[in-house]
């Protein structure tokens, strides 16, 4: 990993949000089908993120190789996946922002709540 990446993500927390949100999916959908094939469609709703800025989000994202994208056609849209570049950084910014959002709000939950 490099880390202007991991960086890059430290400083925009929505970015985590995004790429939190795509491999949870991912995830449940695995657990529900073992032959799931991974790809997700758009999600233009994250909890903690302005609206207007997904798609800008995801563009960044795809651009870091943290999550790629495939067209299924008109009818059927975008679809994503987290990259194993994405997958190896999330614990890495789960314990960095964890560690960082207890040193300055104690009191918060979520390890992205700032970014709410």
Known sequence: MIDFELE?????????LVLNHY???????????PE?????????????VVLERLPRIHGKL???????FQLSGRDSGVYYQVTRLGD???PKLE???NSTSDLENPD???PYAKSA
């Open 8 to 16: 890059q993500m430290m400083e925009n927390p929505e970015w985590c």
């Open 23 to 33: 491999s949870h999916l991912q995830l449940q959908a695995k657990e529900q089908n």
């Open 36 to 48: 799931f094939d991974g790809w997700v469609g758009r999600q233009n709703k994250v909890a903690g």
């Open 62 to 68: 795809i651009a870091f190789d943290l999550l790629k």
């Open 88 to 90: 190896k950084m999330l």
């Open 95 to 97: 314990k960095l922002i």
């Open 108 to 110: 918060l939950d979520s």
